[in-house]
């Protein structure tokens, strides 16, 4: 395996959605290829510091609000009809 | 170095009997799935939006459209992958109406060969959040994804920070499956890439803080 068909394949792989024989061959390729290892490494782990960041997380008062705002607007809705959206 | 595991929020399981609940003009009914993903579209709305009053409009105005349009899901997809189908929708609308000298689209021309190596192939430290505070890396985060065209992030925040799958993804944003792997692959590149400069390894040190402009 080549480095640009590890490339295309990274995503599959770090997806776990990979065949066998491919997953081998990418494996086989990361263990010899510094550069690719460490690309695929930081990916992943870019991957995990998003996904555990908590960025953007809705604080409980806002969010109070915000469901109280959305459902009076859905009882008005509810008043005036179906054409008043 | 194995697969992602991606974090699921909330059981699926009663999401059809709320449904057809709230089709039958059960209020609870919808409240209660607006309590289950009021979170989640406020945070694809910031990721898209980058903006904290945006993004709050965005929750309102999606989940009363997927209100007054409950009659017309068909029940065919989750309603979850309708409802950010909706928000995406809007939150792209906010940021058309804020930067109308810049088409802002799902569709927009975006390089899609994915045979180009990454330039920055510096290793991180070890544990490299750990050198920020919360509120940093909070600040760096945002920053970073910021920088991504509209297009990339909100594939990557659906696939990767929301968990959904490549198909609901492709469902939701109405794209092809190889569109929407190709983004989201473009996407992780180039965060990796921008976070590297935060990230990576010093020469004299592991543990030394990078000030991110170098």
């Known amino acids: ?72 607007k859905c009882q008005q809705h509810k008043k005036r009809g179906p054409e008043s959206v | 170095m194995g697969a992602i595991q991606n974090k699921l929020e909330g059981p699926v399981t009663d999401e059809l009997a709320l449904v057809q609940a709230a089709k039958k003009g059960d209020d609870s009914a919808f409240e209660e799935l607006v309590r289950r993903y009021d979170r989640n579209v406020f945070r694809i709305a910031q990721h898209i939006t980058q903006n904290r009053e945006d993004a709050e409009d965005v929750v309102q105005e999606a989940f009363l459209k997927a209100y007054s349009n409950l009659a017309k899901f068909q029940e065919q997809s989750k309603f979850y992958t309708w409802l950010v189908r909706i928000a995406v929708n809007e939150a792209l609308m906010k940021l058309r109406r804020k930067k109308p000298e810049r088409t802002v689209s799902l569709d927009e021309d ?105």
């Open chain 1, 1 to 72: 395996m080549k480095c640009s068909e590890f490339l295309h394949e990274l995503t599959n792989y770090l997806d776990g959605v990979l065949d066998d024989t491919t997953k081998v061959e990418l494996e086989n390729h990361l263990s010899w290829c510094h550069n690719c290892y460490v690309v695929c490494d930081t990916t992943k782990k870019t991957i995990e510091i998003y996904r555990d960041s908590q960025l953007y997380e809705l604080p409980d008062d806002l969010r109070t609000r915000l469901r109280s705002a959305i459902m009076s």
């Open chain 2, 110 to 214: 975006i390089k899609t060969e994915d045979d180009s190596l990454p330039r920055e192939i510096a290793d991180w430290s070890p544990n490299p959040e750990q050198q920020y505070t919360q509120a940093e890396l909070r600040e760096i985060l945002s920053k970073t994804i910021q920088g991504l065209p509209p297009g990339f992030r909100t594939v990557f925040v659906l696939r990767d920070v929301e968990g959904l799958s490549t198909e609901e993804t492709a469902a939701a944003l109405e794209l092809s499956v190889p569109a929407v792997k190709s983004r989201l692959l473009r996407a992780r590149l180039q965060l990796r890439e921008r976070l590297g400069r935060f990230f990576q390894r010093r020469e004299n040190g592991d543990g030394e803080r990078g000030d991110g402009d170098k």
